[in-house]
């Protein structure tokens, strides 16, 4: 305890039934990623810490389903009004804790809020439907209910905003809910937290558990929750998904991503190799929608080679904090050893590394886990850094003789988060949104994000379950439809 409270950010706790706990064992440390220095540390919860969050939900749901859903959704309103005044102070956290540039942090925190926004439209979103004389004398309405408590499991890249694809809807709908962030960015959750609780929230509706596999677990078994919402990497999104539905709980869970984009030889090339290295880019490449593959219509295969190669000369690696930086650290010296390894990988497949950003070292913060862009040329399918999520600052480009064998080299990936394509005809956008196998499409534009108002897509094994995070499949999910038949005989 002493320890922690010389850190920046001391001890990340739990927030359970509205008052804040230590969580029951030790934890880890949370480090900065530009420096590798401890900026806090985050408690784990053991079985009985998430016994408690559920308890405080389910005591909270019997009122809380019963509010009328007007109510419901004031608390929302004051949590944006407070995101809104504290966006840069969370924009910070997200950078210290995460590393990425202080503008993607803002951006990020808009789509966050973005959500809160579209929640507090639930008493129209949750509207079901209703038909006079479905039958002789009998008219037929469908209603949602809330069913109690959810939980959601969240990944380190977007610690601000994917929790927000979550809470705000499982509130206005009437459920009680918990949040268990990744162990390695909890601090903006916690300050998340810190604003709902100034909110008129009844104590109990959300809970936030900190903790790691062993607490994901225990919310996998426990008998008390409903529904659990994954966000994170292919592996672990299978797992959850498998453990979830054997324990009877609904479950959607997002996963990975190797997405694709494609250029052909109609499209205006500098716009496009601009969107496309940008999108590979942000965030130091630790998104999953990142482009990591751009298939090139050959004809104009060396033209735009040069151009990406230009566009990633044009970076800046530094601290997120600093105006002028486009790339910040990646989150770990095991991850950045992992992505600097596919690097060494691509090189002795054959690739040819034509931006070499493996040389970076930053004044001042010598210790943080820095990578610049490294571009590849000449990618082929066979090769493992064409096929896996690497989660860098890593692009391969490749040629194909046209959109048909682009699609059909793009469709051959395991994933199917994203894919994007750049074109100045109709026809090949129209082939392209009939034909690419992936849940979130872009024609023209490098990242295929859609607003809260849709759903984030995902296919392949980049999503298990059927109801996907935002908008209304958030609504379906967490929310079940009672069917009621009335007749009155004399009518
Ligand atoms: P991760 O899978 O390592 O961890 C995600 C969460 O799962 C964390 O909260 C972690 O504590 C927990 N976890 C980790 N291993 C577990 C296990 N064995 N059992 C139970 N729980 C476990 O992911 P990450 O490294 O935090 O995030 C990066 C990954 O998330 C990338 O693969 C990225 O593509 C993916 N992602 C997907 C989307 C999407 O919408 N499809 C969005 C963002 C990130």
């Known amino acids: 305890m002493a320890e922690t409270t010389k850190l920046q950010h001391g001890e990340v706790q739990n927030y359970v039934d509205g008052t804040w706990a230590t969580a029951s064992e030790d934890g880890q440390r949370v480090d900065n990623p530009a420096t590798n220095e401890s900026i ?82 639930m008493p129209t979103l949750m509207q079901a ?10 008219d037929e309405t469908a209603v949602r209910q809330p069913l109690g408590v959810f939980a959601a499991v969240t990944p380190f890249n977007f610690p601000g905003m994917i929790p927000l694809w979550f809470l705000p809807y499982a509130v206005a709908t009437g ?5 268990k962030p990744s162990e390695q960015a909890p601090l903006t959750a916690r300050k998340l937290f810190e604003l709902l609780d100034e909110t008129s929230l ?62 052909t030889e109609s499209a205006n090339l500098e716009f496009a190799a601009e969107k496309a290295v940008s999108s590979a880019l942000a965030c130091s490449g630790e998104r999953c929608l990142a482009n990591d593959v751009v298939v090139v219509e050959e004809s104009v295969y060396e ?40 690097v060494e990988t691509g090189i002795s497949e054959g690739a040819e590394l034509v931006y070499d950003g493996r040389d970076v070292t930053i004044d001042g913060y010598e210790n943080g886990n820095f990578l610049g862009p490294c571009i590849f040329r000449d990618v082929t399918t066979d090769m493992v850094i064409s096929r896996e999520e690497i989660f860098g600052p890593v692009l391969g480009l490749m040629p194909a003789a046209g959109i048909d064998e682009a ?85």
């Open 407 to 491: 699609i059909e080299i793009m469709n051959q990936s395991q994933f199917g988060n994203a894919a994007s394509l750049f074109t100045g005809k109709g026809s090949e956008a129209k082939k392209f949104r009939h034909d690419a196998e992936a849940g979130n499409l872009a024609v023209n534009a490098g990242t295929a994000a859609p607003m809260a108002f849709f759903h984030f897509g995902g296919q392949k094994d980049s999503f298990f379950g059927d109801l996907h995070a935002q908008a209304e499949d958030v609504v379906r999910f967490y929310t079940d439809e009672t069917v009621y038949i009335e007749r009155w005989p004399d009518n």
């Open 303 to 342: 033209d735009f080679v040069d151009l990406v190669v230009a566009e990633a000369d044009r970076q800046v690696v530094g601290y997120g904090l600093n105006d002028d930086t486009t790339i910040g650290p990646l989150i770990s010296p095991e991850h950045e050893q992992r992505v600097r390894n596919y």
């Open 129 to 138: 439907g209703h038909v006079e004389n479905a039958a002789p004398k009998i």
């Open 175 to 179: 459920n009680s809910f918990i949040l």
């Open 202 to 263: 009844p104590d109990g509706v959300v809970q936030l558990v900190n903790g790691g596999v062993d607490t994901v677990d225990t919310i996998l078994e426990h008998d008390g929750i409903e529904g659990v919402s994954f966000v994170g990497s292919t592996p672990v999104a299978e797992t959850i998904y498998e453990k979830a539905a054997a324990n009877g709980k609904r479950v959607q869970a997002q996963g990975g991503a190797k997405n694709h984009v494609i250029v």
């Open 40 to 121: 806090a540390r985050v408690g784990f919860s053991s079985e009985s810490d998430v016994d408690d969050a559920v308890t405080a939900g389910q005591d909270a749901f019997k009122t809380w389903r019963r509010t009328p859903i007007e109510e419901r959704i004031q608390p929302l309103f004051e949590f944006k009004q407070l995101l809104e005044e504290h966006q840069d102070e969370l924009a910070e956290l997200l950078v210290q804790e995460h590393g990425k540039t202080i503008g993607e942090a803002k951006g990020e925190l808009r789509r966050g809020i973005e959500n809160v926004e579209v929640a507090c439209g």
